[in-house]
Protein backbone atom coordinates (compact mmCIF):
# COMPACT_ATOMS: atom_id res chain seq x y z
CA UNK A 1 0.00 0.00 0.00
CA UNK A 2 1.12 3.59 -0.55
CA UNK A 3 -0.34 6.62 1.10
CA UNK A 4 -0.85 8.83 -1.21
CA UNK A 5 -1.13 12.65 -0.30
CA UNK A 6 -4.21 12.68 -3.04
CA UNK A 7 -6.18 9.61 -2.29
CA UNK A 8 -4.82 8.36 0.49
CA UNK A 9 -4.00 4.05 1.26
CA UNK A 10 -3.89 2.50 -1.98
CA UNK A 11 -2.40 -0.04 -3.52
CA UNK A 12 0.72 -0.40 -5.60
CA UNK A 13 1.11 -0.38 -9.14
CA UNK A 14 3.67 -1.35 -11.85
CA UNK A 15 3.98 2.56 -12.51
CA UNK A 16 4.86 3.20 -8.55
CA UNK A 17 7.33 0.12 -8.74
CA UNK A 18 8.78 1.50 -11.79
CA UNK A 19 8.93 4.85 -10.65
CA UNK A 20 11.21 3.38 -7.70
CA UNK A 21 13.31 1.81 -9.47
CA UNK A 22 13.75 4.90 -12.09
CA UNK A 23 14.90 6.59 -8.70
CA UNK A 24 17.39 4.08 -7.61
CA UNK A 25 19.28 4.35 -11.24
CA UNK A 26 22.88 5.75 -10.84
CA UNK A 27 23.44 9.79 -10.49
CA UNK A 28 27.52 9.75 -11.21
CA UNK A 29 29.83 8.87 -14.12
CA UNK A 30 31.29 5.04 -13.19
CA UNK A 31 33.36 2.99 -15.55
CA UNK A 32 30.73 1.33 -18.30
CA UNK A 33 31.40 -2.11 -16.80
CA UNK A 34 29.97 -0.61 -13.21
CA UNK A 35 26.72 0.85 -15.03
CA UNK A 36 26.23 -2.69 -17.14
CA UNK A 37 26.66 -4.30 -13.80
CA UNK A 38 24.36 -2.50 -12.19
CA UNK A 39 21.90 -1.92 -14.94
CA UNK A 40 21.49 -5.60 -15.07
CA UNK A 41 20.46 -5.36 -11.26
CA UNK A 42 18.06 -2.47 -12.05
CA UNK A 43 16.25 -4.84 -14.45
CA UNK A 44 15.87 -7.85 -12.29
CA UNK A 45 14.47 -5.21 -9.72
CA UNK A 46 11.58 -4.14 -12.40
CA UNK A 47 11.01 -7.26 -13.29
CA UNK A 48 10.50 -8.14 -9.81
CA UNK A 49 7.19 -7.05 -10.00
CA UNK A 50 5.83 -10.40 -11.81
CA UNK A 51 7.99 -12.26 -9.51
CA UNK A 52 9.18 -11.35 -5.44
CA UNK A 53 11.76 -13.95 -6.21
CA UNK A 54 13.88 -11.72 -8.60
CA UNK A 55 14.10 -9.00 -5.78
CA UNK A 56 16.37 -11.48 -3.90
CA UNK A 57 18.46 -12.23 -7.03
CA UNK A 58 18.34 -7.98 -8.13
CA UNK A 59 19.63 -7.12 -4.37
CA UNK A 60 22.63 -9.83 -5.16
CA UNK A 61 23.24 -8.05 -8.37
CA UNK A 62 23.33 -5.00 -6.58
CA UNK A 63 25.58 -6.30 -3.84
CA UNK A 64 27.90 -7.92 -6.34
CA UNK A 65 28.03 -4.59 -8.37
CA UNK A 66 28.93 -2.45 -5.26
CA UNK A 67 32.16 -5.34 -4.13
CA UNK A 68 33.03 -5.05 -8.02
CA UNK A 69 33.04 -1.48 -7.67
CA UNK A 70 34.94 -1.98 -4.39
CA UNK A 71 37.83 -4.09 -6.44
CA UNK A 72 38.07 -1.67 -9.42
CA UNK A 73 38.34 1.62 -7.43
CA UNK A 74 40.71 0.03 -4.66
CA UNK A 75 42.81 -2.33 -7.32
CA UNK A 76 45.33 -5.13 -6.17
CA UNK A 77 45.32 -4.86 -2.37
CA UNK A 78 41.51 -5.17 -2.50
CA UNK A 79 41.56 -8.50 -4.98
CA UNK A 80 43.67 -10.02 -2.19
CA UNK A 81 40.67 -9.04 0.72
CA UNK A 82 37.96 -12.17 1.54
CA UNK A 83 35.07 -10.20 1.36
CA UNK A 84 32.64 -7.27 1.00
CA UNK A 85 33.33 -6.16 4.68
CA UNK A 86 36.82 -5.62 4.64
CA UNK A 87 36.81 -4.18 1.24
CA UNK A 88 34.28 -1.60 2.94
CA UNK A 89 36.76 -1.27 5.92
CA UNK A 90 39.84 -0.88 3.71
CA UNK A 91 37.76 2.35 1.30
CA UNK A 92 36.69 4.06 4.63
CA UNK A 93 40.55 3.95 6.09
CA UNK A 94 41.54 5.31 2.73
CA UNK A 95 38.77 8.06 2.77
CA UNK A 96 37.01 7.04 -0.59
CA UNK A 97 34.10 6.08 1.67
CA UNK A 98 32.57 7.88 5.46
CA UNK A 99 32.29 5.34 7.86
CA UNK A 100 29.14 4.11 8.06
CA UNK A 101 26.48 5.53 10.35
CA UNK A 102 25.09 3.63 12.98
CA UNK A 103 21.49 3.16 12.77
CA UNK A 104 18.87 1.07 14.27
CA UNK A 105 19.98 -2.18 12.61
CA UNK A 106 24.20 -1.32 13.64
CA UNK A 107 26.81 -0.65 11.44
CA UNK A 108 25.35 -0.63 7.47
CA UNK A 109 28.21 -2.17 6.05
CA UNK A 110 28.32 -5.28 8.21
CA UNK A 111 24.35 -5.11 6.95
CA UNK A 112 24.98 -5.15 3.49
CA UNK A 113 27.48 -7.64 3.74
CA UNK A 114 25.44 -10.02 5.76
CA UNK A 115 22.57 -9.44 3.53
CA UNK A 116 25.04 -10.12 0.55
CA UNK A 117 26.84 -13.16 2.15
CA UNK A 118 23.31 -14.43 2.84
CA UNK A 119 21.97 -14.46 -0.67
CA UNK A 120 25.41 -15.55 -1.93
CA UNK A 121 25.22 -18.74 -0.02
CA UNK A 122 21.62 -19.26 -0.04
CA UNK A 123 18.44 -18.85 1.47
CA UNK A 124 14.99 -19.20 1.34
CA UNK A 125 14.04 -15.51 1.97
CA UNK A 126 12.47 -13.16 -0.25
CA UNK A 127 12.62 -9.32 -0.24
CA UNK A 128 9.39 -7.45 -0.31
CA UNK A 129 9.91 -4.12 -3.30
CA UNK A 130 10.89 -1.82 -0.51
CA UNK A 131 13.29 -4.00 1.53
CA UNK A 132 14.98 -4.23 -1.95
CA UNK A 133 14.52 -0.69 -2.37
CA UNK A 134 16.65 -0.35 0.61
CA UNK A 135 19.60 -2.28 -0.22
CA UNK A 136 19.86 -0.75 -3.83
CA UNK A 137 19.77 2.74 -2.50
CA UNK A 138 22.75 2.31 0.23
CA UNK A 139 25.03 -0.06 -3.18
CA UNK A 140 24.13 3.07 -5.38
CA UNK A 141 25.30 5.63 -2.07
CA UNK A 142 28.36 3.71 -1.96
CA UNK A 143 29.08 3.40 -5.36
CA UNK A 144 28.17 6.89 -5.96
CA UNK A 145 30.56 8.35 -3.29
CA UNK A 146 33.43 5.95 -4.38
CA UNK A 147 33.13 7.18 -7.88
CA UNK A 148 33.04 10.73 -6.95
CA UNK A 149 35.80 13.06 -7.75
CA UNK A 150 36.49 13.65 -4.17
CA UNK A 151 37.04 10.53 -3.01
CA UNK A 152 40.08 9.90 -1.81
CA UNK A 153 41.03 13.76 -1.40
CA UNK A 154 41.51 13.66 2.16
CA UNK A 155 43.90 10.25 2.43
Not at 27 to 52: K, M, N, S
Not at 61 to 66: C, E, K, P
Not at 106 to 119: C, K, Q, T, V, W
Request: glycine share 8%; proline share 6%; net charge negative.
Amino acid sequence: MIDDPDTGLRPVTFQDHYEMVARLGLQTAVPEVIERLYGRALHALLYGWFDYELMVVACGQALATLEFSLKTRLGAPAAKMGGLKPRLDYAVKFGLLSAPTPSAWGDEHALLASIRNEIAHGSDHVYAPNMAEVVFDRCRSLITELYSPSAGQEA
